[in-house]
């Protein structure tokens, strides 16, 4: 019988972490998939399960495979994985869930940019984002997009939609 747990070796469920192993496994379609150190994941489940495994660690890694990381592969003596910090708050805490599916983590991120490099890269950071929103967008999602209030403004501002 498995037990579900709040937390584990300083880490929560839906903590965002980067590896510092290289890992593979089977993605959806039966693909086997490498990652390379560095790769970034969400905790999904702290478990204690029963007999040499102890607790384990279930990660979702780069939003395509998923692996398991339990005490007999060495947790928590071997580093797997660290982490993600984020100080947006003024404190120094773990990047979660919540803050990845906060839009304003990655305007502040955009900003804190333009703000700390030579140039204002702000702008861009926010293009560059758009368009890789823009790209795992499906087409209605894309054509939604156009009735929102702000898109209207900004088509209206640039004389692509008529006052």
């Known amino acids: 019988m498995t037990q579900e747990l709040p ?6 469920k839906d903590d965002v972490i980067q ?3 290289e890992t593979s496994g089977l993605d959806a379609d039966d693909n086997e998939l490498t990652f390379p150190i560095g790769a970034v994941a969400i905790i999904d489940r702290i478990e204690r399960l029963e007999g040499s495994q102890g607790i384990a660690l279930t990660l979702a890694i780069e939003g395509k495979i998923v692996n398991v990381f339990d005490e007999g592969d060495g947790l928590p003596a071997k580093k797997f994985f660290e982490p993600v910090l984020t100080e947006r708050d003024d404190t120094k805490r773990p990047l979660t869930l919540t803050d990845v599916k906060d839009a304003d983590t ?9 703000e700390d490099s ?6 861009g950071d926010l293009q560059d984002l758009f368009r890789a929103a823009w790209e795992i967008m499906t087409e ?7 009735f929102t209030d702000q898109a209207k403004a900004v088509l209206s501002a640039a004389g692509i939609l008529a006052d």
Do not use: S
Not at 106 to 114: D, P, Q, R, S
């Open 140 to 146: 209605e999602q894309k054509i939604d997009f156009l």
């Open 7 to 12: 937390d584990a070796f300083g880490f929560k």
């Open 118 to 123: 030579e140039g204002d890269h702000e702008v």
């Open 106 to 114: 990655y305007t502040h991120a955009a900003f804190v940019n333009g």
């Open 19 to 21: 590896m510092l192993v």
